[in-house]
């Protein structure tokens, strides 16, 4: 009898074991209420269709390391597995695609944030929009003035922003986004670094693509 009972333990805790690291394996990024959302952030749009990517999927290995070449950081973490699945959405008026919404987690100093970017056809961020945000400074940090100072940007001018050190390799428009709380530097970095690896994945999901046909 005690051996049985020992043997369904073992089973249930090997069971709780495999549900915490398929739980773990990837971490996904979608809109909480899309149809809201995309009326919101695309108040012309008539509807909107998604895609599903993943680095994995589209090059593996080599895209990764080509995408952390780019970022000037390595992928980290739960939120940056090689398989993690980002979501894709198009945005449409009519027949005609008039832009993208995706969305990316960051690592923040007290936990997870969700950065999206709406992007017109050309790549360009049309809002920058925290879905989740765990920080001392989230109140300030979701003020619509500081979203704004995205607004206009592209992933030439990130490209020449440093993950690492928070700085610009040459003066650009990014060193004119201004963090409303100096305290929260760790989150306003982490918010930085969102937007740019944002960028950098849609150029691999999409712009790339567009340009290839």
């Not at 056809?121 to 809002?127: E, F, H, V």
């Not at 920058?128 to 920080?135: A, V």
Request: net charge neutral.
């Amino acid at each position: 009898m005690l051996k049985s009972w020992t043997a369904v333990l073992c089973l249930l805790v090997g069971l709780c074991l495999l549900n915490t690291q398929t739980a773990q394996a990837a971490v996904g990024c979608d809109l909480n209420d899309p149809d809201r959302d995309v009326a919101r952030f695309f108040p012309e749009s008539t509807g909107y269709k998604t895609s599903y990517m993943s680095v994995e999927k589209l090059g593996g290995q080599p895209l990764l390391q080509e995408i952390e070449k780019r970022l000037g950081d390595s992928f980290q973490g739960l939120y940056e597995t090689i398989d993690n699945p980002y979501t894709v959405y198009d945005i449409f008026k009519g027949k005609e695609k008039i832009g993208y919404i995706h969305g990316v987690n960051q690592k923040g100093q007290y936990g997870g944030i969700q950065v999206f970017l709406c992007l017109d056809m050309n790549g360009t961020i049309r809002s920058f929009y925290f879905q989740k945000l765990t920080s001392k400074a989230a109140k300030e940090l979701r003020d619509p003035a500081f979203g704004k100072q995205f607004e206009g940007l592209t992933l030439a001018d990130f490209a020449k922003y440093d993950v690492k050190s928070g700085k610009s390799f040459e003066p650009g428009k990014v060193d004119q986004i201004k963090n409303p709380v100096p305290e929260a530097e760790a989150d306003f970095r982490a918010a930085l670094r969102a937007a740019k690896k944002n960028l950098i994945l849609m150029d691999v999901f999409v712009f790339n693509k567009q340009s290839a046909q």
